[in-house]
């Protein structure tokens, strides 16, 4: 019988002139790098061109919100200073009102874009230890990428794996001896729909 978990059917989204970016933490880099490839793969496979991706790494997971929040709040800002009509005040540019001002008209080409992303995945891995550490973690890092999604106004994919094991996390990044499903490849598919559904492409 087939499993009942996991995201179910999706439809084959074009991601043709997305601008995505991945921020992942590095601790745990295995099953880090193998979910950061999963998720790398499956936006080159829905359409989205590699110079329209960007990967930026931090330290551990906690700094994932703060990331996320700077990489976008960057990319508005290189996309106002490449916009012959960019005069959008930073102070502005967190604002949901005006994030979609600033907000280029993509053209859906391959071409290496300069336009605000689309969607931003954010990619850790905690593993439980013997103190509460981990919760706290969990807690603040689910809760701050929440909100920059909800203040920013962008689709913010959560690729946070809570581990009480490292083969809980092995087997989630596809390099486990079960069924080797990458969790990766389901961000890169989240993050094409939903930057596709917020532009109205889909
Ligand atoms: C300190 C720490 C510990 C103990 N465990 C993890 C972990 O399992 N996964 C992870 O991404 N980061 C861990 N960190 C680092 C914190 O996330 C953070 O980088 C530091 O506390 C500095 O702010």
């Known amino acids: 019988m087939a499993s009942l978990k996991g995201p179910g059917e999706r439809e084959a989204y074009d991601?043709?002139?997305?601008?995505?970016?991945?921020?992942?933490?590095?601790w745990n880099t295995?099953?880090?790098d193998a979910l950061v490839s999963?998720?790398?793969?499956?936006?080159?496979?829905?359409?989205?061109?590699?110079?329209?991706?960007?990967?930026?790494?931090?330290?551990?997971?906690y700094e994932?919100?703060?990331?996320?929040?700077?990489i976008y709040r960057a990319s508005h800002?290189?996309?106002?200073a490449s916009s012959t009509t960019g005069d959008i005040a930073a102070t502005d540019l967190l604002s949901s009102s005006t994030s979609d001002l600033t907000q280029q008209a993509t053209t859906r080409t391959t071409a290496a874009s300069t336009?605000?992303?689309?969607?931003?995945?954010?990619?850790?891995v905690l593993i439980k230890g013997e103190t509460m550490h981990f919760e706290y973690i969990a807690d603040a890092v689910s809760h701050g990428l929440?909100?920059?999604?909800?203040?920013?106004?962008?689709?913010?994919?959560?690729?946070?794996?809570?581990?009480?094991?490292?083969e809980q996390g092995l087997?989630?990044?596809?390099?486990?001896?079960g069924k080797k499903h990458n969790h990766g490849e389901d961000w890169g598919h989240a993050a094409v729909e939903l930057a596709l559904k917020r532009k109205g492409w889909a």
């Open 146 to 166: 929440m909100k920059v999604q909800l203040d920013a106004g962008v689709p913010v994919v959560f690729g946070l794996l809570t581990l009480l094991t490292e």
């Open 64 to 70: 994932l919100p703060i990331a996320v929040q700077n």
């Open 115 to 124: 336009a605000p992303f689309d969607a931003v995945i954010a990619i850790g």
């Open 77 to 80: 800002v290189q996309a106002a």
């Open 30 to 32: 295995t099953i880090i």
């Open 15 to 26: 991601g043709t002139g997305l601008r995505i970016a991945i921020v992942h933490a590095r």
């Open 38 to 61: 999963g998720a790398y793969n499956s936006l080159i496979s829905s359409g989205v061109s590699k110079d329209n991706i960007v990967i930026q790494s931090v330290p551990g997971s």
């Open 171 to 177: 087997e989630r990044a596809g390099l486990g001896s």
